[in-house]
C-alpha cells in the first residue's frame, strides 16, 4: 500500500515531558512536510524537508525539533511539551520540491498535554 | 496577517441545493489555488485546485469560479449531498522557489437530508 503513515495515533503526556512522532511515506516522494493543526482545525506549515534536507522552519518554538533520516521518513521531537501544542500534527509529501504539487496528507498523531 | 481569508465559516444548505464557498487572498503572486477538503476525523485531501490563467475550473459537481482583479474565487457545490459535508480549506501556493501552502480556516459545509 503507497500512503503517509504516521505514529502513534493518539499520544496524552503531561506538561514538561518529551515526545517524538514519527512518519513515513510510500509514494517515493520527495518531499515532506509537518503542519500543526488546533482545536479550530486551523492548519499551519511547521517544516519542509527536501530529500531530507530541511528547506522551511517556520517560526516555530526551539522545543519542536525535526529529523529526517531519508526522503521517506520525517520525525518530530517536542522537549519539554507545553499545553499549547496539544493539537493533531498531520505529516504530508509532495512529489518534488518548487512547484505546485498536490499534498497527500497521513491520519495524524493526536496529542493530548496535560 | 491573514494572507488567506475564507467566508463564510459555517455553513448550512439543503441536499439539492448548490453551496457557494468563497475564498480571497492577500499576495497577488500567489498562483496556484488548491482546494483540500476534510471530513470528521481523517486528515485533508485534494478536492480541486486553479492556477490564474483560467477564471473557472470544473470537476463534476464542483466548480471553482476565479477573478484575478480582485483576488477572490469561490468553489460552488451543485446537487449538494448529505456525504459533500465537512470543511473546506482554501489554500494558495507561490510562484516556484518557496514551496509553502498558506491554508485559510476553513468553511465546514453541512449538507442537510
Known amino acids: 500500500e503507497t500512503a503517509v503513515f504516521q505514529t502513534p495515533n493518539y499520544h496524552v503526556t503531561q506538561v514538561g515531558n518529551e515526545v517524538s512522532f514519527n512518519c513515513k511515506q510510500t509514494l517515493g516522494h520527495d518531499t515532506m512536510y509537518w503542519y500543526k493543526q488546533d482545536s479550530k482545525k486551523l492548519l499551519k506549515i511547521m517544516f519542509s524537508y527536501n530529500n531530507k534536507q530541511l528547506i522551511v522552519n517556520e517560526t516555530v518554538p526551539r522545543r519542536f525539533s525535526p529529523q529526517s533520516s531519508d526522503k521517506a521518513h520525517l520525525n518530530l521531537r517536542i522537549k519539554s511539551v507545553e499545553p499549547e501544542d496539544s493539537a493533531v500534527y498531520l505529516c504530508?509529501?509532495?512529489?518534488?520540491?518548487?512547484?505546485?504539487?498536490?499534498?497527500?496528507f497521513g491520519p495524524g498523531t493526536r496529542l493530548t498535554v496535560l | 496577517q491573514q494572507q488567506v481569508r475564507q467566508s463564510p465559516q459555517s455553513l448550512t444548505v439543503w441536499e439539492g441545493e448548490t453551496a457557494i464557498l468563497n475564498c480571497s487572498y492577500e499576495d497577488s503572486t500567489f498562483d496556484y489555488f488548491p482546494w483540500y477538503w476534510q471530513f470528521p476525523r481523517e486528515s485533508p485531501a485534494l478536492l480541486i485546485a486553479i492556477r490564474p490563467v483560467s477564471n473557472k475550473k470544473e470537476d463534476g459537481r464542483f466548480t471553482i469560479f476565479f477573478n484575478k482583479r480582485e483576488k477572490k474565487l469561490s468553489l460552488h457545490i451543485t446537487d449538494s449531498q448529505p456525504g459533500d459535508s465537512a470543511t473546506y480549506f482554501c489554500?494558495?501556493?507561490?510562484?516556484?522557489?518557496?514551496?509553502?501552502?498558506?491554508f485559510g480556516k476553513g468553511t465546514v459545509l453541512l449538507v442537510s437530508p
Open positions: 489554500a494558495a501556493f507561490p510562484p516556484s522557489g518557496y514551496n509553502k501552502l498558506t
Open positions: 504530508a509529501s509532495s512529489l518534488y520540491w518548487g512547484g505546485a504539487y498536490e499534498q497527500y
